[in-house]
């Protein structure tokens, strides 16, 4: 009965080394997708057991840091990365490589009881800025727009004051939510509410649109046709306006279990997991490309 | 002989552990407050103390030009703080009076542990029920479009601070002196009399204190502020408005900031004023106390 703890002991040192020596890749970033590469590091971790795989949310910004300061071993980002952190990176030694892993339709979403149907990029971007403050000034009902948005640590802020609000500063009268659910809650309670959204969030669990919300269309120019960002042949042909890669970036080429990891994910079982989660597929044109230059 | 030695050497050995866990507290306060003030220091080249207390608009990351004003936020921050108090300290008073004067000690002794369990829900919670049960509650209510907004911060900090308020404040009650009261209802004084105009007034000084350890405690929550407020960067004009508190605005982008920008280092700026302000709460409540309890010796 004596040796008792010490069996224990030496059991618990070999597990702790095992743990230790298995290299764990550490992937951090964007809200928008880390239910996605959850699943996609779940599967891979199914079908290779030898590779752990841990992935953390935080929003881009957070990813980005945390790959400057070699933190984690690839960041998630919604959005690409910004001239002032390559510097950055380059200043630690990290040069960072982007590969796009799926591509995102960000959808613009209203209550269920709003009676607008389609918006141009611009009013969207006019509402966000403050300029449009009744739903009335856009053919909807006399109710006050009521905001609401993402935190400017998410890549999703970035994209939409980028490519929406044209680089303009966001009203300051936006609710700034934690994350895509969030906002959806929000939008659930509120009748003048307009939010964004990834597609990936739209869904329930049976594939649905969720209840008590709507899609609005979005077109380029005024009395233009308007697409749904669920519209997989629309947000493809860049028809649907707000569309966007979506990258996993690593510090430069990748190498060993990151690199299989990441090929795995463009190649066609991942892809056909990024479809099935609701997001659209990197397809042959220029992100292949893109990424076939990157991995060399 | 060789036993009084020992304990001797033992007493001393306490002594001396007692006193460096003092010093040690001390210490940590003032290491928390000079990295604060040298993180916060050079956020001053380049953005001005005006800026930071005269402007009401805070977007450091904006395409457009970056403005670093507080003054929205500290704004906000009094606003909902300021309303948690007056919705606690009124129920928080009368539960104490309750309590200490009124109820049955049977369900004293119910009451007052589950107050002391009310203390323990973790703020996540509280944001939690803000955003499913007072949010749309406020909504409907009130017939504004949401309620994540400062009433709804205020609702929830005065539900964290109530347990604070009741405990303390009882317990000040209990401490008046039995005489004091007893002289009063022979005098012929009603209950209710003894207890507003005599009992009320001597646990004054332990009510303040209690009111100003909730208000410390309700400055300086962040998460349930963070899930039920909105966080909208504007200028609050009513209670109805989405407001940002500094804690939270700390929260949301302490994460994701470039180190060593001015940014980073405004952030700081907002955590020294903060630390500034709920040390000045609570100096003010520790002052009160001592002086209470000065005048009960």
């Known amino acids: ?296 | 002989m060789r036993h009084k030695k020992w304990s001797s050497f033992k007493e001393s050995a306490i002594k001396a552990l007692f006193f460096t866990s003092g010093i040690l507290a001390v210490l940590v306060l003032l290491g928390v407050f000079l990295t604060l003030f040298t993180t916060a220091i050079p956020a001053f080249r380049e953005v001005k103390l005006t800026e930071f207390l005269g402007n009401s608009n805070w977007d450091p990351t904006s395409p457009e030009k970056a403005e670093y004003g507080l003054l929205s936020m500290i704004v906000s921050t009094l606003l909902v703080t300021g309303g948690a108090m007056v919705l606690a300290v009124p129920i928080g008073v009368g539960v104490a009076a309750y309590l200490s004067d009124v109820a049955h000690w049977r369900v004293r002794e119910i009451l007052k542990p589950i107050v002391e369990i009310l203390a323990g829900i973790p703020s996540v919670v509280v944001g939690f029920l803000g955003i499913v049960l007072f949010g749309p509650a406020i909504a409907k209510l009130f017939n504004v479009g949401n309620g994540l907004n400062a009433l709804n911060g205020s609702i929830l900090l005065a539900v964290m601070a109530l347990p604070t308020i009741i405990s303390i404040s009882e317990d000040s009650l209990n401490a008046v002196p039995r005489a004091y009261s007893e002289a009063s209802l022979a005098l012929g004084a009603s209950r209710w009399q003894t207890l507003v105009r005599v009992k009320l007034p001597a646990g004054l000084s332990g009510i303040i204190a209690a009111v100003m350890l909730g208000m410390g405690r309700a400055i300086g929550e962040t998460m349930t502020v963070l899930m039920a407020t909105g966080n909208a960067r504007s200028f609050p004009n009513s209670i109805f408005d989405a407001v940002r508190t500094m804690t939270a605005n700390i929260a949301i982008e302490l994460g994701e900031v470039p180190y060593y920008t001015t940014h980073y280092y405004a952030l700081f700026v907002i955590g020294l004023i903060l630390f500034l302000m709920t040390f000045a709460v609570n100096l003010v409540a520790e002052l009160v106390l001592h002086k209470y309890q000065e005048r009960e010796q």
């Open chain 1, 1 to 296: 009965m004596k040796k008792t703890p010490i069996i224990i002991l030496i059991t618990v040192t070999l597990l702790a080394g095992l743990l230790l020596g298995a290299k764990m890749i550490q992937v951090k970033g964007s809200d928008t997708m880390v239910n996605l590469v959850q699943i996609l590091a779940e599967e891979y971790m199914d079908k290779n057991p030898g590779t752990p795989i841990a992935v953390l949310g935080g929003g881009s910004g957070t990813g980005i840091t945390g790959l400057i300061n070699q933190t984690c071993d690839i960041a998630n980002t919604s959005r690409d990365i910004r001239p002032k952190e390559i510097d950055q990176a380059w200043d630690k030694g990290v040069s960072p490589k982007p590969f796009v892993v799926a591509v995102d339709g960000l959808s613009i979403v209203v209550n269920e009881k709003n009676p607008v149907e389609q918006l141009t990029v611009a009013q969207v971007g006019a509402m966000y800025r403050g300029e449009i403050k009744n739903w009335q000034a856009v053919g909807g009902g006399k109710q006050a727009v009521s905001l609401y948005g993402r935190q400017s640590n998410s890549g999703t802020y970035v994209f939409m004051q980028e490519f929406v609000l044209g680089n303009k500063n966001y009203s300051t009268d936006m609710k700034e939510m934690n994350g895509n659910a969030q906002i959806l809650e929000g939008i659930l309670q509120d009748e003048g509410a307009v939010g964004y959204v990834g597609v990936g969030y739209l869904f329930d669990e049976t594939g649905q649109v969720r209840k008590g919300i709507k899609i609005l269309k979005i077109s380029k120019e005024p009395n233009g046709t308007g697409y749904l960002p669920t519209d997989k042949a629309a947000v493809d042909s860049g028809a649907y306006p707000i569309a966007r890669p979506l990258y996993m970036a690593t510090n430069g080429k990748p190498k060993g279990a990151v690199a299989a990891f990441l090929q795995w994910i463009v190649g066609p079982e991942g892809q056909a997991i990024v479809e099935r989660e609701g997001f659209f597929t990197i397809g042959e044109g220029k992100y292949k490309a893109a990424n076939d230059k990157n991995f060399k």
